[in-house]
């Protein structure tokens, strides 16, 4: 058996928690022998609901935690005040070096706010930023920043994409993939000051592999690797991008149950189509992680499903024997300490 690897889990974050999570859960207990699950969140919901399921009790331990986070509380205030939360205690098991990763598909303003204050940033990392990933004809480009920092600056973007590609490498098995700058147009001139300002800074990064400019539209085709842009227009992108997928989605299968020709021609191309359908299932992927801090923090997808959830367990353990949080922050001492050397020879 490999190394036990211990997650934090927040029970009670997420529109269908904690019955979805639990669910998870089990199936993640069942596919590996490698995690161990903390699952945090009102013992008196939570014990009543395993008791009906079969698992390793070896494996899992519930910790107590009589308070809940909702979108509905401030971030920052609800991070301070509610310190007997799922989300606060969880991802102090993991500051505490207790559990390796945490996940909630809570409010993501107080996971954000707690991956940064609870947990930290990795030494020399200036912003977290969240990374998730989506479909394209291509297979799956990576997105970042999706919602961590909406004001951004250029040196920001330039972190973003060394983070992006280290993760982005270890996770899809592709040595030097290349990073794009979300614009208005394929110039080096367009944009706003801040593309403009970050677009000579990745052109000198020898250590990414830079290909200029993407439009939005490009996106779904594959056309770059790693995605690179402030958070305002990342969660933009991505929203639509969710939003489009599931109207055209819906419309597709409308057209398909129309009549009696409709529904035989949608049981001869039934296999096709599921199988177009799983080449565009982001779930295998889990959730977005928040590259740049000290250990891992997860966000999953509010409305996720048990397999989502399930995967989002499953990604903590590769990200965590592939050591991803350790090469982003040498990745960012070397190229900080690059930086002081060119400072000094000028």
């Known amino acids: 058996?490999?190394?036990?690897?211990?997650?934090?889990?927040?029970?009670?974050?997420?529109?269908?928690?904690?019955?979805?999570?639990?669910?998870?859960?089990?199936?993640?207990?069942?596919?590996?022998?490698?995690?161990?699950?903390?699952?945090?969140?009102?013992?008196?919901?939570?014990?009543?609901?395993?008791?009906?399921?079969?698992?390793?009790?070896?494996?899992?331990?519930?910790?107590?935690?009589?308070?809940?986070?909702?979108?509905?509380?401030?971030?920052?205030?609800?991070?301070?005040?509610?310190?007997?939360?799922?989300?606060?205690?969880?991802?102090?098991?993991?500051?505490?070096?207790?559990?390796?990763?945490?996940?909630?598909?809570?409010?993501?303003?107080?996971?954000?706010?707690?991956?940064?204050?609870?947990?930290?940033?990795?030494?020399?990392?200036?912003?977290?930023?969240?990374?998730?990933?989506?479909?394209?004809?291509?297979?799956?480009?990576?997105?970042?920043?999706?919602?961590?920092?909406?004001?951004?600056?250029?040196?920001?973007?330039?972190?973003?994409?060394?983070?992006?590609?280290?993760?982005?490498?270890?996770?899809?098995?592709?040595?030097?993939?290349?990073?794009?700058?979300?614009?208005?147009?394929?110039?080096?001139?367009?944009?706003?000051?801040?593309?403009?300002?970050?677009y000579p800074l990745l052109k000198e990064c020898s250590d990414i592999n830079f290909i200029g400019s993407i439009e939005a539209r490009d996106i779904p085709y594959g056309k770059a690797d790693i995605i690179v842009c402030e958070a305002f227009a990342g969660n933009i992108v991505l929203k639509m991008y969710e939003g489009t997928a599931n109207a055209l989605f819906s419309k597709i299968k409308g057209a398909f149950m129309a009549n009696f020709k409709t529904k035989i021609a949608a049981l001869m191309l039934k296999s096709q189509l599921k199988k177009t359908l799983k080449d565009y299932d982001s779930t295998d992927y889990g959730g977005a992680p928040m590259l740049g801090l000290k250990r891992l923090v997860v966000k999953a997808h509010g409305s996720c499903s048990a397999k989502e959830f399930r995967q989002a367990i499953l990604q903590c353990l590769s990200f965590y024997r592939a050591d991803v949080s350790g090469k982003i922050a040498a990745a960012i001492a070397a190229a900080r300490e690059k930086e002081s050397l060119q400072e000094e020879e000028q």
């Open 1 to 198: 058996m490999s190394e036990i690897i211990k997650v934090a889990i927040d029970a009670m974050g997420g529109d269908d928690a904690p019955g979805v999570i639990i669910e998870g859960c089990m199936q993640a207990l069942h596919m590996s022998q490698d995690v161990f699950i903390y699952l945090v969140g009102d013992e008196k919901i939570i014990g009543p609901m395993l008791e009906r399921e079969s698992y390793d009790k070896e494996r899992l331990e519930v910790v107590n935690a009589s308070e809940v986070i909702t979108n509905n509380d401030h971030p920052v205030l609800a991070i301070k005040q509610k310190k007997d939360s799922s989300m606060v205690v969880a991802l102090k098991l993991v500051r505490e070096g207790k559990a390796q990763a945490f996940i909630s598909a809570g409010s993501t303003g107080a996971i954000l706010v707690g991956g940064q204050v609870i947990v930290g940033r990795d030494k020399g990392v200036l912003r977290p930023a969240l990374a998730p990933l989506m479909p394209t004809l291509q297979g799956f480009s990576l997105l970042i920043d999706c919602g961590a920092n909406v004001d951004a600056r250029p040196e920001h973007l330039v972190q973003y994409a060394r983070m992006g590609s280290i993760y982005y490498e270890n996770t899809m098995k592709k040595a030097s993939p290349t990073v794009a700058i979300l614009n208005i147009g394929a110039e080096e001139e367009k944009g706003n000051a801040l593309v403009r300002a970050a």
